[in-house]
């Protein structure tokens, strides 16, 4: 094969013509169909055929082309693999701590149900006080103000999933050998939010009147969106996240069902669920509230988020009792002696309720959307609709003179 000139490099630029143009010593001049011309070195190792994009022709002369096809035919001839080491220098290069977070986070989402979790916890909890750090200037001292800072804001769970975080993350750092020592590691959930004991709390029917009632006396302060979603969650016992971030697409009001999806359920099983009358009252109410958005709870709010938060009711509900985290002069109590209690105890009372009215505690397990352990949740594939209908009926008409006061 003959050499190309540099008069006959210029006239295949000039044609366009379409293909492959050989030089020598396995140098081609390429005419793509559409892009600019460019230098490739096609090349053998280990008895493959191997083909590597050098530059574009405006960016590398004839003998600029010939003399970079050398310099990497040395290195094959060592041994070298010039596609592997430049894939390698084109990896993302890791330096602070958002980057390793997101290197990370990318395995996540293939390997956990619900990948926002950590990224929500890393964007709000970490990232202020460490994201832009160096890796190898993250100390134990930094760990510890982190974790510290959301323990005193008397957030214990969030203490121990940021700690738990962060031990993952810099393991991940390691595994990268990025950084030889995990400045978590060392740190227990003692050093957190303590070891978390299992809640108990549930509202008797007493207890929801009195709440809904102070509901009620601070509307300006509790909204009626809020005010509606708690009434939402006492009658049809659904997770705080499955009612707030749900979607009109999913209801048929005319039908009185709710078709939770899949991937939006925390069992990862997907549900129709019966709406009791009451229910497609508040529905129907919230619907006009909507004001045409897509989301039944939309954000009111200007936020990257188009639906309300995951800690508005919360945050509501801990403010009447005169809890206001972030705050040094904190708000009255209106709730009086009563026992704090939170969104998902809410669920815990609709359970309650289900029990208190006799309701069969297999019904009232697929009510939650529990998936039925041993032996029956194996052979018992029945979804007992017509059962759970009633069942939550029930309920609707047990709590409906303490919400619709």
């Known amino acids: 094969m003959g050499k190309l000139t540099v008069k006959e490099v210029q006239s295949i630029i000039k044609k366009s013509e379409p293909g ?7 140098l081609y001049l ?9 230098w490739m070195l096609r090349y053998t190792q280990h008895k493959k055929r191997r083909a590597l994009t050098l530059g574009k022709h405006s960016h590398l002369t004839l003998a600029e082309a010939r003399t970079a096809a050398e310099e990497f035919k040395k290195k094959i ?15 993302a290069v890791i330096n602070t701590v958002e980057d390793l977070f997101t290197d990370w ?39 510890r103000s982190i974790i510290q800072k959301i323990a005193e804001s008397n957030r214990p769970s969030i203490a121990n999933d940021t700690l738990m975080y962060l031990k993952q993350l810099f393991n991940h750092g390691i595994k990268l050998g990025l ?19 299992s809640r108990i709390r549930m509202l008797t029917l007493d207890e929801l009147a009195h709440v809904f009632q102070v509901f009620r006396d601070h509307r300006d302060n509790f909204t009626r969106d809020n005010y509606l979603a708690c009434a939402l969650l006492v009658v049809l016992g659904v997770r705080k996240s499955e009612l707030t971030e749900s979607k009109w697409t999913e209801f048929d009001l005319d039908k009185s069902l709710w078709a939770l999806p899949a991937e939006r359920s925390k069992s990862g099983v997907a549900i129709t669920i019966p709406l009791p009358p009451q229910a497609i009252e508040w ?4 619907k006009v509230r909507a004001c045409g958005s897509e989301y039944v709870f939309p954000s009111r709010r200007t936020s990257k988020r188009p639906h309300m938060g995951s800690d508005t009711l919360n945050r509501a509900i801990s403010k009447l009792f005169g809890r206001e985290p972030g705050r040094k002069l904190q708000p009255p109590n209106h709730m009086g002696e009563l026992e704090h209690f939170t969104v998902h105890d809410l669920r815990r009372t609709c359970r309650s309720l289900l029990a208190a009215l006799g309701v069969p505690g297999h019904v009232a ?6 998936k039925l352990k041993g032996v ?17 009926n029930q309920v609707a008409t047990a709590v409906e003179p303490l919400i619709n006061a």
């Open 20 to 26: 492959r143009y050989g030089d020598s010593g396995g």
């Open 30 to 38: 390429m005419i793509p169909k559409s892009g600019a011309p460019y």
């Open 77 to 91: 001839r060592s041994g070298e693999d010039p596609i592997a080491e430049r894939k390698r220098e084109e990896q």
């Open 105 to 143: 986070h990318q395995g996540l989402v293939n390997r956990l149900k619900h990948p926002n979790i950590p990224k929500r916890i890393f964007i709000k909890e970490i990232a202020p006080q460490i994201g832009r750090h160096p890796l190898n200037k993250v100390s134990p001292m930094d760990v």
């Open 179 to 197: 950084i030889t020592y995990n400045p978590a590691s060392a740190f227990n959930v003692n050093d957190a939010g303590g070891v978390e004991k």
């Open 283 to 286: 529905l129907r109410e919230l």
């Open 365 to 370: 397990e697929r009510c939650l959307n529990h």
């Open 376 to 392: 029956e949740g194996i052979y018992d594939r029945y979804d007992y609709f017509d059962e759970r209908k009633i069942a939550l």
